[in-house]
């Protein structure tokens, strides 16, 4: 009983990475609430719209319902949330009682709540207010004592505190207060980041924006601006804290299919828009060839190119010509089939296919035959089967889908892909950029389609930074702008050049071209195909992660997501004491962790001496896959698999010595290891490779 005592005292007093709220295993979800009387949907809500990529980038998933359908979820569907997120912004909803005690029921069983805008649940359909002491109690199990009377008398508020720390993140708070309303902290967990008071009315504090362990809430207008005439938005509030305090992420391992063995994925991926389509820059030649020869041919550079299926195949409207054309493009050494569809379809949705608003337009497709209706499979499935069997090599078949139009797949739309074993790709549309200067215009991972999900693309295409192909035609050339601010100071996406073919059409948009392609290839990347990334993101759906304690964690179904980003830079992996663990790198925004592909289950055990892998060999990071890591007394042997000629850092090896590199390309190579213990590879082949000590 005594070493119980003692073993638990212990505990307390450890400093621990993980809050004691988290037992295994981590739940990795949240429940996120619209309201359709608002005229909201799962698309268009604050949620999607701002604070799904930062809770991506925590390595939480979500999943949005209707507030108004009933049931509620019951406690046992709820087992798998961590929490729920409400953004509403009018008091109306279905029931709004039963909804308030369901919530409450959620607090209870210490789940995080978190009220962006109102609460919501104010009054019913039929106007009738609800019992005011629901929502006190909601309040009030967050920390803080909502007392009500609220006013949106502007001249009237002044801003008691700001946390400036936390608030004017994008852009600084207005100048007058927007709205009020005395809530105030109530626990001393309880934290405000804005107050605002009533002038001359001394006690009158309110807080408008406030965190606790429990959950967090932040009242319209505090959250975010908007143009009102180009309806772009900036964040008051810090969205990345705000969720890390709120949901009580701090210390917590974030699985990121951004990265793979501590570097940045990048890839490129083509519409099949424009393959036989006209250009101006050669009159005997189209775009497609255009492409290849100057795109292509001349970069070392993994690239999905699309076509549309329709457009080649002679029996819908393509041509001989165009056949061998796709043919040759397929044959390309550095080209990975795909399908942009059979027809093009600009809506997927049935919905919006058959709105009278959309009555002229191609709601169907460019290039289907006479008579044609809409079939998902045709548009899935059968143009990746013409693609394998009639234009890509044998050794390559097309097993990815690129969405076309406004790229508005279907639950089960999605489904048919994957069931057919086909991958999908498109949407999110992310610039971020000196005109469209905020992380709102950075898209999820994915969207949530129920059971599925729609894989979205890194960055947004030349399409869109040419304002719909009107011009300016060199505008994909500001891609760049977004490439970086989504890879410093947080790695948020990969890089994905995302383009079509028809960028072969002017002198302007192929050198805008060139000059992205210029600057992804000189950056120190893991180059990938997109069927590689778009597998990582599905692995970072699929992962499971178990809190052993305060120092352990497991990881399982994590599939080809191979990377884990820790917060901290306080502890480092223990790799002689994990397991299916290949290295570390420690970089300004955490530790990215990689992990064994392959394999069923990782355990990655903490250390808080940082020299612990002083003397054992590792991988500090690397622009392939590394399997099979074998360590030996003076050295390590592995696996590499990469695009090209690849880089390997490996860490842990003994300062200033001399090691010889066998395997690949090399021959005996003799490297010495810098003072900090490491040896840079460059120019490394896929194949087997053995560094040690002479």
């Known amino acids: 009983m005594r070493l119980l005592l003692s073993f638990i005292l212990l505990m307390i007093s450890v400093s621990v990475a993980v809050p004691a709220s988290y037992a295994a295993p981590l739940k990795r979800k949240v429940l996120v609430f619209y309201n359709s009387v608002e005229e909201r949907d799962a698309r268009s809500n604050l949620f999607l719209e701002g604070f799904a990529m930062p809770l991506n980038y925590f390595g939480i998933l ?5 507030v108004n359908k009933r049931p509620l979820p019951d406690e046992k569907e709820m087992e798998q949330y961590l929490g729920v997120f409400t953004t509403f912004s009018d008091e109306i909803m279905v029931e709004p009682e039963e909804y308030l005690n369901w919530l409450i029921k959620q607090q209870k069983n210490k789940r995080k709540v978190i009220i962006a805008g109102n609460i919501g649940a104010g009054r019913d359909l039929n106007d009738k207010t609800v019992d005011s002491a629901l929502i006190k109690r909601v309040y009030s199990n967050l920390g803080f004592s ?83 005439v180009n309806y772009l938005k900036q964040w008051y509030l810090n969205p990345f ?39 101006e820059i050669d ?18 550079f993994p690239n999905s190119a699309s076509v549309i299926a329709g457009e080649i195949n002679p029996d819908v409207r393509g041509s001989p010509a165009n056949v061998e054309l796709a043919r040759t493009l397929f044959e390309m050494e550095n080209i990975e089939p795909a399908s942009h569809s ?55 078949p097309c097993k990815t889908l690129f969405w076309s139009g406004m790229c508005d797949p279907t639950e089960d739309q999605v489904a048919i892909a994957t069931k057919a074993g086909i991958l999908n790709l498109n949407g999110g549309d992310t610039v971020f950029d000196a005109r469209r200067n905020s992380y709102f215009g950075v898209s999820p991972l994915y969207r949530e ?44 996406m990969p890089i994905d050049i995302y383009y079509h073919f028809y960028s072969g059409e002017k002198f302007a948009s192929l050198k805008a071209l060139e000059d992205v392609y210029d600057w992804v290839v000189a950056q120190d990347c893991a180059n990938i195909y997109a069927s590689a990334y778009i597998k990582m993101v599905e692995g970072y759906l699929s992962g499971k992660i178990e809190i052993i304690d305060a120092d352990s964690f497991s990881v399982t179904d994590y599939g080809n997501c191979l990377s884990l980003r820790l917060g901290g830079a306080d502890k480092v992996p223990d790799l002689s004491r994990c397991k299916n663990v290949l290295g570390y790198d ?24 940082l020299k612990v892998n002083s003397d054992f060999a590792y991988i500090k990071n690397g622009s392939g896959w590394i399997s099979d890591l074998q360590h030996f007394q003076r050295g390590a042997r592995f696996i590499f698999e990469c695009f090209g000629n690849g880089k390997i850092v490996v860490g842990g090896l003994k300062p200033d010595q001399t090691y010889k590199v066998v395997g690949n390309n090399f021959s005996g190579l003799e490297v010495r290891s810098n003072n900090g213990g490491e040896v840079v590879l460059q120019d490394v082949t896929s194949g087997p490779l053995e560094i040690s000590l002479i």
Request: overall charge neutral; proline content about 6%.
């Open 62 to 66: 979500y999943e949005i319902r209707d």
């Open 146 to 228: 909502w007392q009500g009377n609220a006013t949106n008398a502007r001249t009237r508020l002044l801003y008691d505190y700001v946390d400036q720390k936390q608030m004017n993140f994008e852009r600084k708070l207005p100048l007058f207060p927007s709205r009020y309303i005395p809530i105030v902290p109530a626990d001393e967990q309880a934290k405000s980041w804005v107050t605002v008071k009533i002038k001359g009315k001394p006690g009158s504090e309110g807080c408008v924006v406030g965190v606790s362990p429990t959950g967090g809430f932040a009242l319209d207008g505090y959250i975010r601006w908007q143009d009102p």
């Open 241 to 279: 804290e705000f969720l890390k305090q709120s949901l009580d992420l701090t210390g917590l391992p974030a699985l990121t299919p951004t990265t793979l063995n501590g570097l940045r994925v990048a890839f490129a991926h083509i519409d099949g828009d424009g393959f036989a389509g006209y250009t």
């Open 283 to 300: 009159k005997n030649k189209n775009c497609g060839e255009i492409i290849m020869e100057r795109i292509f041919a001349r970069y070392d």
């Open 342 to 396: 059979y027809t093009h379809p600009f809506a997927w949705n049935e919905k919006l296919r058959d709105s009278p608003d959309y009555a002229d337009s191609f709601v169907i497709g460019q290039y289907e035959k006479d008579g044609y209706k809409f079939n998902a499979k045709y548009e899935i499935v059968d143009s990746c089967e013409y693609i394998s069997t009639d234009l890509a090599p044998p050794t390559r």
């Open 449 to 492: 389609l129920g059971k599925e999900s729609q894989i979205y693309t890194g960055q947004a295409n030349e399409n869109i930074l040419t304002n719909l192909w009107e011009g300016p035609f060199f505008g994909f050339r500001n891609i760049v702008e977004t490439m970086k601010r989504t890879g410093s100071p947080r790695r948020i």
């Open 586 to 609: 420690v970089q300004p925004e955490g530790i990215f962790v990689h992990l064994n592909p392959g394999k069923e289950r990782a355990e990655v055990v903490l250390s808080s001496n």
